[in-house]
């Protein structure tokens, strides 16, 4: 059952306007990122960063390496929705205020675009 | 304008400590943590990637004294946020509402944190792997 106006489903947006595509995309990449974390956390301390030829060989795999890249986006993803309402509910102070959020946007991007292209390069193992 | 200086409900300095919002301050918390850390994997994919020898420094600084501490506390962190998070998931599937549930989710989440922290460090001791 929804507890969302007819009308408003007609209109296509409820009261809370965007902030329904916000919330989904957060609960969406909790799921991903609930699912990966033990299989990246157990790689992490099974493998650990000590050997770095076995940490490289497992990009060799490449549903480890799908595996990876879909983490670090839902990861990234997460990071900059959950970061956005911390500042928009602590920190009240106009331009600062605005500057932070883009700065959350373009370097929460700039990560995941990184990463990915890392990991890219770590599976075609150059 | 000057904003007048009124005074803000609730008065956080006067309420008493409560399982449940310290447990949600606590998310908050451990997410931006975890936030500022997620940069530290893209660190470590990035020098990764770059070959062994720009690896080299990313092992040495993550294995000495004070990356080890770090790691430490952003694995604990992580287990908090991962525990927890599922335990939000419940509530925002409406399940788990009641007091009792609360409480009782709340310690399982703190106990399976302890646990599976320690667990993590034992499996990375184990292989020599920190």
Redesign the interface.
């Known amino acids: 059952m929804s507890l969302r106006d007819p009308l408003a489903t007609a209109r296509g947006l409820g009261s809370a306007k965007t902030g329904f595509g916000h919330w989904w995309a957060q609960?969406v990449s909790?799921?991903v990122?609930?699912l990966l974390?033990p299989f990246v956390?157990?790689c992490?301390?099974?493998?650990?960063?000590?050997?770095?030829a076995e940490?490289?060989a497992q990009f060799a795999n490449p549903l480890w390496s799908a595996a990876l890249v879909l983490y670090?986006l839902a990861?990234?993803w997460h990071?900059?929705l959950?970061?956005q309402v911390?500042v928009e509910d602590y920190v009240h102070h106009g331009v600062f205020e605005i500057v932070l959020q883009v700065l959350i946007k373009i370097?929460f991007s700039f990560?995941a675009v990184?990463?990915v292209?890392?990991?890219v390069?770590?599976a075609s193992g150059s | 304008m000057s904003a007048q200086k009124r005074p803000l409900s609730p008065h956080l300095q006067i309420y008493s400590k409560q399982i449940t919002s310290v447990m949600s301050i606590l998310h908050r918390i451990t997410g931006v943590i975890l936030a500022v850390g997620s940069l530290g994997l893209l660190w470590v994919l990035v020098t990764l990637s770059l070959g062994e020898q720009t690896f080299s420094a990313t092992q040495a600084c993550l294995s000495s004294g004070l990356g080890r501490l770090a790691l430490l506390a952003f694995s604990a962190c992580l287990m908090y946020h991962f525990f927890n998070g599922i335990r939000h998931l419940f509530w925002d599937a409406g399940k788990g509402f009641a007091i009792p549930d609360v409480y009782r989710s709340g310690y399982t989440v703190i106990a399976l944190t302890v646990l599976s922290t320690a667990g993590i460090w034992w499996l990375a001791l184990q292989g020599g792997a920190a």
Do not use: E, H, P
């Not at chain 1, 992490?44 to 770095?52: K, M, T, V």
């Open positions: 609960r909790a799921v990122l609930a974390t956390v157990y992490l301390a099974r493998y650990g960063i000590a050997d770095y940490l490289k670090v990861l990234f990071a900059r959950g970061l911390v370097v990560a990184a990463a292209i890392a990991i390069r770590l």
